[in-house]
């Protein structure tokens, strides 16, 4: 089956769960620093301690921050995260 894959990289985002809105970072990719997988989406929602398992949430990706890159270890990766989400704000 073909997809439409967005450029691999993190990405500002819409969250939309249920009829309520937020806001976020989306990371598209291989997850290269923690040794590659499939390409998934993973999405950090600022702000948000709901449990959402079960329901329908969709995440829009709005605008591009970075490209994906390896880092050379899971501390500068936490590092280079929390510089997006101040970038994202």
């Known amino acids: 089956e073909d997809k439409l894959v967005p450029k691999y990289g993190v990405y500002t985002s819409k969250v939309l769960v249920g009829e309520d809105e937020y806001r976020g970072i989306t990371n598209i ?38 490209e994906e890159r390896r880092f050379s270890s899971v501390d ?8 997006d989400i101040r970038n994202a704000r």
């Open 29 to 66: 990719g291989e997850k290269p620093t923690v040794g590659g997988c499939p390409v998934s989406a993973e999405t950090y929602i600022f702000d948000f301690d709901k449990d959402v398992y079960g329901e329908t949430v969709t995440v829009i990706p709005e605008r591009f921050l970075r």
């Open 76 to 83: 500068e990766l936490k590092e280079q995260l929390e510089k």
